[in-house]
């Protein structure tokens, strides 16, 4: 089994797969070169982005992320205050610290290298690295895929055979399942909620005081993510010179807080979920969940419902968030296991779906639903996303994204209610709905999954 951890990554944007995946496999491929001694003999290194990186890659910053992971920096680690300026300083002297250790010739326009031709039938996202020696021989060429949510793999390990509908994580857990069905009879036959068992099975991976340190650090980072956005002004990077509007709303909001309340529910999920996706398209840090661009969602429906400043106990707000983090999580996992949580293979239903399901299960849970109908609030956020398609305009993590993760948030309140009050079994389950993306995925045509080839990317002038 993957970890709920796997899911929810502190990272950078503006984009899991384009951004925080092309770091992490710089790493893996750095990594590589030091286990076989070869990095001091490096003199040289090409990248080449194909598929969905080569065709969005520049307004998703996969050239700024390429040259910060071949620097040695990682996602979680990395302040994204002055990402910009250590690869600006590559760019003025065509120099890089290789591991941040080594330095070597490096320029940007020649060393990247946009593969438009070499067709991806792995993965959309593909990306190949090649190390050259001071006489401009290959001691290492390899071939990754970034696979969505910052997720990455090798040739090799796409290839390999999946046994069992199972991802082969290496981690051995009480209570594996593989569908949703197969979740909900574990809950069954050991009388716990879907956060319970998560739990067990995060417990065989790490102490528990682990997970849990962890589950705060991703809710401190959704959390501080929102206050940034809602403070900071000014006109996100590219050229759709597209104005922050998160600030001006949360003005508004903090003003007249009581004013229209039924219909402010909306302006609350919504300044959230915006504030989310304004830092996320500056190249600020947020937490995949489970993608970058559909980073908001989740954030903005546990800032709502789960705040530690409504005059609860603040010991049982974290519980309560906790709770949800895991719940969404292991919907998510299903996801990742049954279909993908990648734009370029699935559209957005696979990302801002996705977050919508999740959230959906997740609050359904703090609301103190079943399983079963936790599951029943996953399906309804999911049901309502089937088809939508990846469409950025000019490549870049802005229109529609920003507003999609909006619209998702309270889309996911929806559901969880919906929920709550249908009968104990819907006619559509959660499995089946899963099995419905995955088809509607690869059926969609190409141009519609994050290439910026058809929908609002060639109908929307960028100036």
Known sequence: MLSVLDLFRIGIGPSSSHTVGPVRIAARFLNGLKKRKLLNEVSRVQVELQGSLALTGKGHATPKACILGLMGLKPETMDPDTADSDVAKVDVDNRLMLGGSREIAFDPAQDIVFDFDTPCDLHPNGMRLIAYDAGGKIIRDRQYYSTGGGFIASQKQLEAPVKNDMVDAGNTVPYPFSSADEMLALCNEQGLAIHELIYANEDAMRPRAETNAA????????????????????????????????????????????????????????????????????????????????????????????????????????????KFLLTAGGIGLLYKQRASISGAEMGCQGEVGVACSMAAGGLAAIWGASPLKVTSAAEIGMEHNLGLTCDPVA??????????????????VNAARLALHAPDQLRVSLDQVIETMRQTGQDMSKKYKETSQGGLAVNVVEC
């Open 215 to 322: 589950l705060d650090r991703i809710a401190k980072v959704m959390m501080g993510c929102i206050d940034r956005g809602l403070d900071r002004e000014g006109v996100l990077p590219g050229s759709l010179k597209v104005k922050r509007r998160a600030p001006a709303i949360w003005a508004k909001l903090c003003s007249n807080p009581m004013s229209n309340e039924q219909e402010q529910l909306f302006d609350w999920l919504n300044v959230y979920a915006m504030a989310v996706n304004e830092e996320n398209a500056s190249g600020g840090q947020v937490v995949t969940a489970p993608t970058n661009g559909a980073a908001g969602i989740i954030p903005a429906v546990i800032r709502h419902y789960c705040r530690l400043d409504r005059g609860t106990d603040p010991s049982g707000c974290t519980k309560a968030i906790r």
């Open 395 to 412: 490549g870049l993590v802005q229109i529609p994204c920003i507003e999609r993760n909006a619209i998702g948030a309270v889309k996911a």
